[in-house]
């Protein structure tokens, strides 16, 4: 069983619904939870990054994390065709020096 | 901020050949940088962990006389693909972390490579 699990998708919405993108983890010890976009062909980009439990927002993007559950979700709001992309969850403990990442969940936001 | 350059962002060479990917912290010094691999529509496979001054540490699987990689400065880090094959064709991206250790990675654009 892989320590981050995370749907791959894909995932498709009509342009202006509210996105949900979730992981599971197995490690109690992490600490430490990323959202990457990453486009075709392009490097992964850092959306949020939130230590420890709550949530954080940001625009139309707002994370989640629940350590009790070891479930952490991603929502964007408002969707636009520009968010089409796959996104990337990760996190790692307070002393790891690389951080364990999702496989990825393909997202397609239709005009 | 935390800007991560990487080039090339595209290189084509014939089997045999040595290829270089620079990867380089812009406005951040890196103390600790990545190089990951990803294939077609799949997930980043972490090759190795370079600290500045000191040698990667590469996962297991990857040939390190393969794939050298050099960390000479807290803004530069090099992976050298040595005797290029065509199964080496791929994306390969690094990142970097700012000094100190904390705070995300930063992730470069890639290089997508392809041995003829």
């Known amino acids: 069983q892989k320590e981050v699990e995370q749907d791959p998708g894909p995932l498709s919405v009509p342009e202006g619904a509210i996105v949900s993108l979730n992981c599971t983890y197995s490690?109690?010890?992490?600490?430490?939870f990323m959202w990457y976009r990453q486009y075709s062909r392009k490097g992964p980009e850092l959306l949020m990054y939130?230590?420890?439990?709550g949530n954080k927002e940001d625009g139309r993007f707002t994370a989640q994390v629940d350590k009790s559950s070891k479930y952490i979700s991603l929502f964007i709001r408002d969707s636009q065709p520009s968010d089409s992309a796959t996104y990337l969850c990760?996190?790692?403990?307070?002393?790891?020096?690389?951080?364990?990442f999702g496989d990825g969940t393909t997202l397609t936001v239709k005009p | 901020g935390a800007v991560v350059s990487q080039h090339p962002s595209w290189v084509i060479c014939k089997s045999g050949t040595s290829v270089k990917i620079e990867c380089r912290s812009l406005d951040f010094q890196a103390t600790t940088m990545f190089w990951y691999r990803q294939f077609p529509k799949q997930s980043l496979m972490l090759m190795a962990t370079s600290n500045e001054g000191s040698k990667a540490t590469y996962e297991q699987g990857v040939e390190k006389d393969k794939f050298l990689i050099n960390h000479a400065s807290l803004t530069l880090s090099t992976l050298t693909v040595t005797s290029a094959h065509p199964e080496d064709s791929s994306f390969y991206i690094c990142s970097a972390r700012a000094e100190g250790g904390v705070g995300p990675q930063h992730f470069g654009d890639g290089t997508r490579l392809s041995i003829l």
């Open positions: 490690n109690s010890a992490f600490q430490y």
């Open positions: 990760a996190m790692r403990d307070t002393n790891a020096g690389k951080s364990t």
């Open positions: 939130t230590y420890s439990s």
